[in-house]
């Protein structure tokens, strides 16, 4: 099975300094890609390189990454914005912060979907109304016409999964989302996770730092320290015998969820 995505020997920088080195991998249609590492180990910047969205100072300064035939560095930014959504979508740590205070959640999908594809007010409704009876959100309706704050920043970050999937994106790339929930939350969100890749066969990138979280879910596991790969492999093995020393101290000091 060709792979969506992969990671070539990539080196991010910022300015003059290196702070991803030599990555590789392979995402494919339906699997689930779990990065872990403490803080500061890039994590974020890899997802961040995949939408071409590194800032002014960050740039890919080595290997390729390439999304179905396309290497991503080389893309302009409007062929970005054709993949960006439609095709990459992302969830961000604090959804509640990337969605607007002042518009409806519905306002907010609207303008989503009708930047990138035709489509009218009331098709953009009936499409996110149908999402969220399969997420099982209570009163969606109510949902639709309600402002960010509110809702609970855990129904936001569930919103904010609900919005990066009603474009049907290939890949779904997912940062930290549930670090600031508790746990109840957290695994409704690992369970919405799953449902889509069950839905729409997403394949998903998973950053976090939380093992637990990785373990309920991932089918590879990609483990970064200070920008470089420590361990890479099928998650059972990675978790039950890791063969790189910083993998077993992570591993040591987490709890873990148990799969849905």
């Not at 071409?52 to 960050?58: A, C, F, K, V």
């Not at 919103?159 to 790339?173: D, W």
């Not at 320290?225 to 101290?249: H, I, W």
Request: hydrophobic share 40%; aromatic share 6%; net charge neutral.
């Amino acid at each position: 099975m060709d792979a969506l995505l992969q990671y070539e020997s990539v080196e991010i920088s910022f300015g003059e300094r290196a702070v991803i080195h030599d990555v590789n991998f392979s995402l494919h249609p339906s699997e689930i890609l779990g990065v872990v590492g403490e803080s500061g180990s890039g994590k974020s910047t890899l997802l961040r390189a995949a939408l071409g969205i590194l800032g002014e100072n960050g740039v890919v300064t080595r290997g390729n990454l390439i999304y179905q035939g396309k290497n991503i560095p080389d893309l302009s930014e409007r062929a970005m914005r054709k993949i960006r959504g439609p095709e990459i979508g992302m969830i961000f740590q604090n959804a509640e912060g990337s969605l607007c205070p002042v518009r409806t959640i519905g306002d907010q999908i609207y303008e989503s979907m009708v930047s990138h594809m035709r489509i009218s007010r009331a098709q953009a409704r009936e499409k996110a109304l149908n999402l969220f009876e399969k997420l099982k959100f209570r009163d969606g309706e109510r949902l639709w016409r309600s402002y960010p704050f509110e809702i609970s920043g855990g129904m936001n970050q569930r919103v904010g999964i609900a919005i990066a999937m009603l474009m049907e994106p290939s890949v779904l790339l997912a940062d930290e989302p549930t670090s600031a929930l508790d746990v109840a939350i957290q695994r409704q969100v690992v369970c919405e996770l799953l449902q889509m890749r069950e839905l729409f066969g997403t394949a998903i990138i998973l950053v976090t730092h939380d093992i637990g979280v990785v373990s309920a879910m991932a089918d590879t596991i990609l483990v970064l320290k200070d920008g470089k790969m420590m361990e890479y492999g099928e998650a059972k093995s990675v978790l039950q015998n890791p063969q790189n020393a910083y993998t077993r101290r992570l591993l040591s000091a987490v709890p873990r969820l148990r799969r849905a």
